[in-house]
């Protein structure tokens, strides 16, 4: 089992900043990719990053492509969002995730999940 807890989250005005980080424990976080998803009220979840266990390869959304910079220190098995230039579309609680292997976009692709911490920006 990998256990994944995220921090960071918080209220912040438009045009601000956030990062969030995500902290893996259990099983070897070894060859595990990760993703950021993001799901506001009313819709479905989506993805947001992703990121080869090398790091050599990182996937964006479009709509966050050029704000938002994913990367991760696999020496302390944690992985990051790195958020600026925030809107109020990008309120949604944001989860981490992990899967064996390749970096994808799909969320039903991923095993293990974090709790979810919210982002919320206001106009």
Do not use: H
């Not at 990998?2 to 099983?27: H, N």
């Not at 989860?95 to 974090?114: H, I, Q």
């Amino acid at each position: 089992q990998v256990q994944l807890v995220e921090s960071g989250g918080g209220l912040v005005q438009a045009g601000g900043s956030l990062r969030l980080s995500c902290a893996a424990s259990g099983r070897t976080f070894s060859g595990y990719a990760m993703g950021w998803f993001r799901q506001a009220p009313g819709k479905d979840r989506e993805s947001v990053a992703a990121i080869t266990w090398s790091g050599a390869y990182t996937y964006y959304a479009d709509s966050v492509k050029g704000r938002f910079t994913i990367s991760r220190d696999n020496a302390v098995n944690t992985v990051y969002l790195q958020m600026k230039s925030l809107t109020p579309e990008d309120t949604a609680v944001y989860y981490c995730a992990a899967r064996k292997g390749t970096a994808l976009t799909n969320p039903k692709e991923y095993n293990y999940w974090g709790q979810g911490t919210q982002v919320t920006v206001s106009s």
